[in-house]
């Protein structure tokens, strides 16, 4: 079992860029694939992108593909998301989260069972 906490949100313009942090507390985070989704106001949580337990496999939402980096360090027990050329279209609270029966990664919320609070992302034109 593990826990995320996220960290790194805040107000950007567009353009900048911001790298977000998860840390995930549990002896098992090696094993688990981690991923980050968003949910924008009045909209439902979207994937933004996915990787492997062991971080050789990484997928990313067609949104983000080519500006958003994921990374993980397994000795730390941290994933993070590297934002860059954000636009006020990623304006989100987004969430880390851990899929223990995928560790592959997987894009469907669904198949991630533990989640963090999440952190605001907020992109001004």
């Known amino acids: 079992q593990v826990q995320p906490v996220e960290s790194g949100g805040g107000l950007v313009q567009a353009g900048g860029s911001l790298r977000l942090s998860c840390a995930a507390s549990g002896r098992t985070f090696s094993n688990y694939a981690m991923g980050w989704f968003r949910q924008a106001p009045g909209k439902v949580r979207e994937f933004v992108a996915t990787?492997?337990?062991?971080?050789?496999?990484?997928y990313y939402a067609d949104s983000v593909k080519g500006r958003f980096t994921i990374s993980r360090d397994n000795a730390k027990s941290t994933v993070s998301l590297q934002m860059n050329s954000l636009k006020p279209e990623d304006t989100a609270v987004y969430y880390c989260?851990?899929?223990?029966?995928?560790?592959?990664?997987?894009?469907?919320?669904?198949?991630?069972?533990?989640w963090g609070q999440g952190t605001q992302v907020t992109v001004s034109s």
């Open positions: 989260a851990a899929a223990p029966a995928y560790p592959s990664g997987s894009s469907y919320s669904s198949e991630y069972n533990y």
């Open positions: 990787i492997s337990y062991s971080g050789a496999r990484t």
